[in-house]
């Protein structure tokens, strides 16, 4: 069973940083692609950022892109399935509850989607102060 945890949420003043992590656990021998959604109030969940397996490739929402930044930990080591997110020139509007999401089986050319992934985790909420 592949667990995924997100940390990293808070409490910022626009213009503010925040740095989300996650980590996938329970597959030794894989390296998952990675992406994080966000969920506002009442409304459905929205892609963010996607990293691949390797590393290399990475994409972004458009309202995001110059100020998030997806990364991977050390492909060698045991920080191969930890994502960050780092949000920086935070937005009142990007107060949301943001999702790591975890790819194993899922169609690759789907990361822009929900279906694109296989694991979730519970939310971390983030809340950007005016």
């Known amino acids: 069973q592949v667990q995924v945890v997100e940390s990293g949420g808070g409490l910022v003043q626009a213009g503010g940083s925040l740095r989300l992590s996650c980590e996938a656990s329970g597959r030794p021998g894989t390296t998952f692609g990675m992406g994080w959604f966000r969920q506002y109030s009442g409304k459905e969940r929205e892609f963010v950022a996607h990293?691949?397996?390797?590393?290399?490739?990475?994409?972004?929402?458009?309202s995001v892109k110059g100020r998030f930044t997806i990364s991977r930990g050390d492909s060698r080591g045991n920080a191969k399935n930890t994502a960050y997110l780092p949000l920086n020139s935070l937005k009142p509007e990007d107060t949301a509850v943001y999702y790591c999401?975890?790819?194993?089986?899922?169609?690759?050319?789907?990361?822009?989607?929900?279906?694109?992934?296989?694991?979730w985790g519970q939310g971390t909420q983030v809340t950007v102060s005016s």
């Open positions: 999401a975890v790819a194993e089986y899922a169609p690759s050319e789907a990361y822009r989607e929900r279906r694109g992934y296989d694991y």
């Open positions: 990293i691949d397996w390797s590393g290399e490739k990475t994409s972004y929402a458009d």
